[in-house]
Structures are given as C-alpha cells and as structure tokens.
C-alpha cells in the first residue's frame, strides 16, 4: 500500500529578515517551556526557556512570548541568518512531571 | 567535550537482536532521560532515571526495553529481540538538577538505530 509521510510546517524567510514561529501547546498546567534547535543528524540543542510567570524573555537574537491565554509560544528570531536553518521545537513541562512533552517542530529556511 | 555523549551514533541489527544504546550525560550532571524519534516527529519521553533508580519509566514499553544508570559508567538503554518498529533515532539528555521544571535538558546526537 501507499505510506503517507507526515509534512513539517515550513517557514521561508530572506537572510536578515525576523523569523517568528509558533507554537500551541496543549496543557494548562504546564508552567516551563523550552524552545529547541534540531539540525539535520544533529540532537535538539536548548535555544531558550520561559517560566509560566513571565510572559517574554530575551536572549541573543531571540525572544520567546508566552501567552497562556490561548496557550501559545512563539519564537522570534531577529536578523535571521543562514545559520538559523533547522527544525525548532517547542517542549513542555507540567509541575511535578519532569517529561517534556513535545510539539511537533517548524522547519525554518533562511534564503540568502 | 564537555556534552552529552551517545555511542553508537549508527547501529545497525537484524530481527530478534538486542540493541544497547549507550548515554554519558554532562559532567556534574546525574540526571539522564531517554526519547525516541521518529522522522519528521517531535521527540517522545521513554525514561527519566536518576543515579540507581528509574524515576518516570511510563513512555517505555512495558516488553523488550529496559534502561539502567548505575552508580559508575553510562546509562544504558537496552532493546531486546529488536522489531522493525523499533528502528528510530535515540536521544538522551541529561539536567543538573531536579528535572526540566529547574533546569533545561541537554541533549546528545543521538543514536541512529536500524533494524534490517
């Protein structure tokens, strides 16, 4: 028979432009998130976290915004570069739980 | 390399083999969590294991699976008479306190398994 594969949402962006991705997560209890970085034949590597009592956080380049609201993250990348390329993931953590549960990711292509 | 190793990064078995994934987390680290992943899928939680103990076995299948992390050397994931099913890739992490609600998880490479 015909397998079907699953598809990644993808995102296009030009070099130096921002890059936002999203994420909705599932459970109303979960007060830690994570976003991670996944090149291809590589292991997730952390970009930042967020605690559920913030609603923003910083890095270098990034900023995570968490609205609980409607129980959604996002991740934006500002000046994005070639080097940016890769599959991001969010992951949640509920409490005493200490599983990350994970979204399925966003493929980010940067043009040049 | 002060990250966290997996070896093999390739493994390659036949039907009704065992597997043995093996997992050094970050030095100081004595937390270590195994996921699977599927291609093109986000990573499913297995185990969570602290020095001796298995602390959260309820992602890893009850048959065949087993995971250890003994007081000395790594931890290690064991696959027993390995099933087509179960070729995927194998990340660990490791965190240096209690869990990713205090600490975010750190991962290896992976473990690249095939079962032919």
Redesign the interface.
Known sequence: GESV????PTLSVQEGDNSIINCAYSNSAS??F?W?KQES??????II?IRSNMDKRQGQRVTVLLNKTVKHLSLQIAATQPGDSAVY?C?E?A???????????TSLAVNP | NAGVMQNPRHLVRRRGQEARLRCSPMKGHSHVYWYRQLPEEGLKFMVYLQKENIIDESGMPKERFSAEFPKEGPSILRIQQVVRGDSAAYFCASSLSQGASNQPQHFGDGTRLSIL
């Open positions: 594969g699953l598809h990644l007060d830690y994570i991670y034949g590589k292991g997730p590597q952390f976290d993931f992951a953590n409490g005493n739980n200490r599983k990350l549960i994970w979204g399925l990711g």
